[in-house]
């Protein structure tokens, strides 16, 4: 399927999810998962007016960075970062979706020359396998990121459980929100917090619906 009719298709879903909750679509932003694909596919992407890419490795990020650098595409790191490579990646991205701990917080303190647009990752669904912070970690997290005034707090991410029960991803999503809300409620100058980057390909319309603003979309967009 070209990337075209991959785009018709999840716009039309992403409407009406958000017709089902009064949301704007507006609010939406589809993020191009482009880690399994050639550099020619990220680049249909791009023609077809998908603006934002992620990519979850260094290496690829800059092989499709110069490429598309042309294209005023808006990069998202969505990998779990790995502080050696932090200096790279900060050239490379306007937003980082993995910040997990306060070591890495550190590194990007000292190695950005500017304020960098950061969701801290939330392990949700406590699977041993996922990366980020428990729930109840969150608050008392981003306190402590008060510490390195060039973070800047701009929403939460979640990787949902790999599962069907709607109910049970709807929950997750849910919950993020909350805590989301929870943030806000701080009123930290350097944490605005009102991002959600939540919903994959099997997840995206549920995610929607639970107040999604950043969705990640690889396969169903450009696989
Ligand atoms: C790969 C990846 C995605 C996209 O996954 P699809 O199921 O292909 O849409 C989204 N978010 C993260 C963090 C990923 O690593």
Known sequence: MSVQANLKEIQKNISDACAKVNRDTKEVTIIGVTKYVSIERAAEAVETGVSHLGENRLEGLKEKSNRLSLNNVVWHFIGSLQSKKVKHVIKEVDFI??????????????????????????NTS??????????????????????????????????????????????????????????????????????????????????????????????????
Request: proline share 3%.
């Open 97 to 122: 979706h993995s910040l997990d701990r306060l070591s890495l917080a550190k590194e990007i303190n000292k190695r950005a020359d500017q304020p960098i647009s950061c969701f801290i990752q939330v």
């Open 126 to 223: 406590g699977e041993q396998s996922k990366h980020g912070l428990a729930s109840t970690e969150v608050i008392d997290f981003v306190q402590k990121l008060q510490a390195y005034p060039q973070i800047r707090v701009v929403g939460l991410m979640t990787m949902a459980p790999l599962t069907n029960d709607e109910s049970l991803l709807r929950s997750t999503f849910r919950q993020l929100r909350l805590l989301r809300d929870d943030v806000q409620k701080l009123h930290l100058s350097y944490a605005p917090c009102s991002e959600l980057s939540m919903g994959m390909s099997n997840d995206y319309a549920i995610a929607v619906e639970e107040g999604a603003t950043y969705i990640r979309v690889g396969s169903n967009l450009v696989g």
